[in-house]
């Protein structure tokens, strides 16, 4: 990274002056994103993550509090330690309730003003008003933007990527206006914020290294020649030390947070990983440049990588990583732009796998910024040399921009619903089992049994092992009413996947409307051990020991403790809460409390307009007043 430039002195910066110019390129940045990803505000959630992160997580639909931001401190959302993200969503669900359009609307938000952020990052970095735009541009409607948009549980990507921007501009403020100890303060809070809203963002100091040489420029020997190459280096790293350990420290959170959805070194070797990764890469970078087939999901390959691919794959990786050393005196940014891509992948890119996928569109969300900054400064190098095709390249970048504008739009209408997103998903990827198994959960809900059933029955024939196509067919065969088949098959799936919480709970409830309620309270005490904050199956299980007897494995005093732990820890206790504390009390003979309880939780329901909910408690209170438990 030795590049030999002079240091230009502080007066020879100068920020653009085309103050109006920047402010109709921000306005034109938020049209664009209006009008690609404006059809959003009228999507629905989808079942993939929306669901756990917002659709059917109570503590997130309870709305902003004390208490609930506390939780989201000191608790993983989603196998994820992001709180700023989680209070966004509550902040959500306080102001727009459910309404899918409320939360779209926010995403859309943050990354209009993410895309202005970056623009105005580069202008004040280079002082190169249009490069900075086109470069913008492409960040603000490339097709590839649209998983992290399009999807509510991607708010991590947006938020995060609105403070990456301001983290970078913050410390381009400290290093050009004075490096004081309050600018110094501003960039770690900035970055702080960054890493609770997605721990992708632990490559920042990584960023700020690559822009100290380029356009920076610090990294050289000082001109009295004082401080050599090395200890100026050496010095920018130190600089950076708490934010390298600030990093270092989410690291360790999200490895920990992450650890039960990783799939074992045995499942997927390190080979086949290191493999997939220079795959991955390659195919990033092509789906930058030509991004067609662009999906919500992308298998992992079931065997290792052919030699032909992994070759060229590597060939093509070291190609250009040679050219950009061999050009960082000449053209720097082609060097910073393409290790800046390298670099913001790495923690996505494989190597600690999580989940099932090889790629996700969301992963370049910023890492595609310095393919971007590479691509379009070499391009403005050139074009100096060729004044006299500025005419064709106007209408060269106004193409480019309108088939990412064109194919981000169509890109975006996928994201509809469950229904239009999955079937997507099949067309492009026609032997992956999950696809299908998805699609037919998309139709089941949409009544349209048949066809789920021919999508179940093809997964099945792909992936005869899956334990997800066991349980769907349990839960298509007890709607139909068939309660023995389906426990079989729901049996079948716990045998194929033992640690699965879900599969687990959903036994649980065959097994308790079966009058199986002893089996019931053996799953649901190993779902609490699987996982120990799901309230949802807390709450179930004291339920089961309240209103069960002893000889079906009922335990008054365990469900009276599970149900006070649960009104303490939930940020704000509803009706079913106070409900379920009534029934303990009850089972446990402590009638009094029970009562209290119980006319607390009918408040809360006529409160909400639960009225069938109100209309139960109020036989149950009957009930409690004669002296006798609730019993199922």
Same mark, same amino acid.
């Not at 902040?91 to 727009?96: E, G, H, P, S, V």
């Not at 789920?452 to 196509?469: S, W």
């Not at 029970?594 to 939780?601: E, I, K, P, Y």
């Not at 009930?623 to 199922?632: D, H, I, Q, V």
């Given at each position: 990274?030795?590049?030999?430039?002079?240091?230009?002195?502080? %007066?020879?910066?100068?920020?653009?002056?085309?103050r109006?110019?920047?402010?109709a390129i921000?306005g034109?940045?938020?049209?664009?994103?209006?009008?690609?990803? &404006?059809?959003?505000?009228?999507?629905?959630?989808?079942s993939?993550?929306?669901?756990?992160? /917002?659709?059917? +997580?109570?503590?997130i639909? +309870?709305?902003?509090?004390?208490?609930?931001?506390?939780?989201?401190?000191?608790?993983?959302? %989603?196998?994820?330690?992001?709180p700023?993200?989680?209070v966004?969503?509550?902040?959500?669900?306080? *102001?727009?309730?459910? +309404?899918?359009?409320?939360?779209?609307?926010?995403?859309?938000i943050l990354?209009?003003?993410?895309?202005?952020?970056?623009?105005?990052?580069?202008?004040?970095?280079?002082?190169?008003?249009?490069?900075?735009?086109?470069?913008?541009?492409?960040?603000?409607?490339?097709?590839? $933007?649209?998983?992290?948009?399009?999807?509510?549980?991607?708010?991590?990507?947006?938020?995060?990527?609105?403070?990456?921007?301001?983290t970078?501009?913050?410390?381009?403020?400290?290093c050009?206006?004075?490096?004081?100890?309050? $600018?110094?303060? !501003?960039?770690? !809070?900035?970055?702080?914020?960054?890493?609770?809203s997605?721990?992708?963002?632990?490559? @920042?100091?990584?960023?700020?290294?690559?822009?100290?040489?380029?356009?920076?420029?610090?990294?050289q020997?000082?001109?009295?020649?004082?401080?050599?190459?090395?200890? /100026?280096?050496?010095?920018?790293?130190l600089?950076?030390?708490?934010?390298?350990?600030?990093?270092?420290?989410?690291?360790?959170?999200?490895?920990? &947070?992450?650890?039960?959805?990783?799939p074992?070194?045995?499942?997927i070797?390190?080979?086949?990983?290191?493999?997939?990764?220079a795959?991955?890469?390659?195919?990033?970078?092509k789906?930058?440049?030509?991004?067609? &087939?662009?999906?919500?999901?992308?298998?992992?390959?079931?065997?290792?990588?052919?030699?032909?691919?992994?070759?060229?794959?590597?060939?093509?990786?070291?190609?250009?990583s040679?050219?950009a050393?061999?050009?960082r005196?000449?053209?720097?940014?082609?060097?910073?732009? *393409?290790?800046?891509?390298?670099?913001?992948?790495?923690p996505?890119? &494989?190597?600690?796998?999580?989940?099932?996928?090889?790629?996700?569109d969301?992963?370049?969300?910023?890492?595609?910024?310095?393919?971007?900054i590479?691509?379009?400064w070499?391009?403005?190098?050139?074009?100096?040399?060729?004044?006299?095709?500025?005419?064709?390249t106007?209408?060269?970048?106004a193409?480019? @921009?309108?088939?990412?504008?064109?194919?981000?739009?169509?890109?975006?209408?996928?994201?509809?619903?469950?229904?239009?997103? *999955?079937?997507?998903?099949?067309?492009?990827?026609?032997d992956f089992?999950?696809?299908r198994?998805?699609?037919?959960?998309? !139709?089941?809900?949409?009544?349209?049994e048949?066809?789920?059933?021919?999508?179940?029955?093809?997964?099945?024939?792909l992936?005869?092992?899956?334990?997800?196509?066991?349980?769907?067919?349990?839960?298509?065969?007890?709607?139909?009413g068939?309660?023995?088949?389906?426990i079989?098959?729901?049996?079948?799936?716990?045998?194929?996947?033992?640690?699965?919480?879900?599969?687990q709970?959903? @036994?649980?409830?065959?097994?308790a409307?079966?009058?199986?309620?002893?089996?019931?309270?053996?799953?649901?005490?190993?779902?609490?051990?699987?996982?120990?904050?799901?309230?949802?199956?807390?709450?179930?299980?004291?339920?089961?020991?309240a209103?069960?007897?002893?000889?079906n494995?009922?335990d008054?005093?365990?469900?009276?403790?599970?149900?006070?732990?649960?009104?303490?820890?939930?940020?704000?206790?509803?009706?079913?809460?106070?409900?379920?504390l009534?029934?303990?009390?009850?089972?446990?003979?402590?009638?009094?409390?029970?009562?209290t309880?119980?006319?607390?939780?009918k408040?809360?329901?006529?409160?909400?307009?639960?009225?069938?909910?109100?209309?139960k408690?109020?036989?149950?209170?009957?009930?409690?007043?004669?002296?006798?438990p609730?019993?199922?």
């Amino acid at each position: 990274l030795e590049i030999a430039m002079p240091l230009p002195p502080s %007066s020879e910066f100068r920020p653009t002056a085309h103050r109006s110019a920047i402010v109709a390129i921000c306005g034109l940045l938020l049209l664009g994103v209006v009008v690609v990803f &404006g059809q959003i505000v009228r999507h629905d959630f989808i079942s993939l993550d929306d669901a756990t992160y /917002v659709s059917k +997580n109570r503590l997130i639909q +309870n709305g902003l509090s004390l208490r609930g931001a506390l939780w989201s401190l000191l608790h993983f959302h %989603s196998y994820n330690w992001h709180p700023l993200t989680t209070v966004t969503h509550m902040l959500d669900c306080q *102001w727009f309730g459910l +309404n899918a359009g409320g939360h779209h609307a926010g995403n859309l938000i943050l990354h209009g003003v993410s895309a202005c952020l970056l623009f105005l990052l580069l202008v004040r970095l280079t002082d190169d008003l249009w490069p900075s735009a086109v470069a913008a541009a492409i960040f603000d409607i490339h097709p590839l $933007r649209v998983e992290s948009v399009a999807w509510v549980s991607e708010r991590k990507d947006v938020l995060a990527g609105l403070f990456f921007f301001s983290t970078l501009l913050a410390y381009t403020s400290y290093c050009r206006k004075g490096q004081t100890a309050f $600018r110094y303060l !501003l960039v770690t !809070l900035l970055y702080l914020a960054g890493l609770m809203s997605k721990p992708m963002l632990v490559t @920042l100091p990584m960023v700020l290294l690559l822009l100290d040489v380029w356009p920076l420029r610090r990294w050289q020997p000082l001109r009295d020649g004082a401080e050599s190459d090395r200890m /100026v280096g050496l010095r920018l790293i130190l600089e950076k030390l708490p934010w390298f350990l600030m990093s270092a420290a989410s690291c360790a959170i999200t490895y920990f &947070g992450q650890n039960a959805c990783m799939p074992s070194f045995e499942r997927i070797p390190v080979a086949m990983r290191i493999s997939n990764a220079a795959i991955a890469y390659v195919g990033y970078l092509k789906m930058a440049l030509w991004p067609s &087939g662009s999906t919500i999901v992308y298998p992992y390959p079931s065997g290792a990588a052919s030699f032909v691919a992994l070759g060229t794959a590597v060939a093509i990786l070291s190609a250009i990583s040679v050219v950009a050393v061999m050009c960082r005196r000449k053209s720097p940014y082609l060097t910073i732009g *393409w290790f800046w891509y390298l670099g913001m992948l790495v923690p996505v890119i &494989g190597i600690i796998q999580v989940g099932v996928q090889s790629m996700a569109d969301r992963y370049t969300y910023l890492p595609q910024v310095g393919l971007s900054i590479a691509i379009v400064w070499t391009a403005r190098d050139l074009l100096k040399r060729w004044p006299k095709g500025r005419s064709l390249t106007a209408v060269l970048v106004a193409a480019v @921009l309108g088939l990412c504008l064109i194919a981000a739009w169509r890109q975006t209408a996928f994201w509809k619903n469950d229904l239009t997103l *999955w079937s997507r998903a099949v067309d492009c990827t026609p032997d992956f089992a999950d696809a299908r198994i998805m699609l037919s959960e998309a !139709l089941y809900d949409r009544k349209r049994e048949s066809e789920a059933k021919d999508q179940i029955e093809v997964a099945r024939r792909l992936r005869p092992d899956d334990p997800r196509v066991h349980l769907d067919l349990g839960i298509m065969l007890a709607d139909a009413g068939k309660t023995d088949e389906a426990i079989a098959e729901v049996e079948r799936a716990v045998k194929l996947q033992e640690n699965a919480a879900k599969t687990q709970y959903y @036994l649980a409830h065959l097994l308790a409307t079966a009058g199986r309620k002893k089996e019931a309270i053996g799953y649901l005490v190993h779902v609490g051990s699987l996982e120990p904050d799901n309230v949802m199956a807390r709450q179930f299980h004291a339920w089961l020991l309240a209103t069960s007897t002893p000889a079906n494995g009922g335990d008054p005093h365990q469900a009276v403790q599970i149900a006070q732990r649960t009104i303490s820890q939930v940020p704000e206790p509803g009706p079913d809460e106070y409900d379920l504390l009534a029934a303990a009390y009850a089972s446990a003979g402590q009638y009094s409390k029970a009562l209290t309880a119980a006319q607390r939780a009918k408040e809360l329901a006529v409160a909400a307009r639960q009225n069938s909910l109100a209309e139960k408690i109020e036989e149950r209170i009957k009930l409690y007043e004669a002296g006798k438990p609730y019993r199922e």
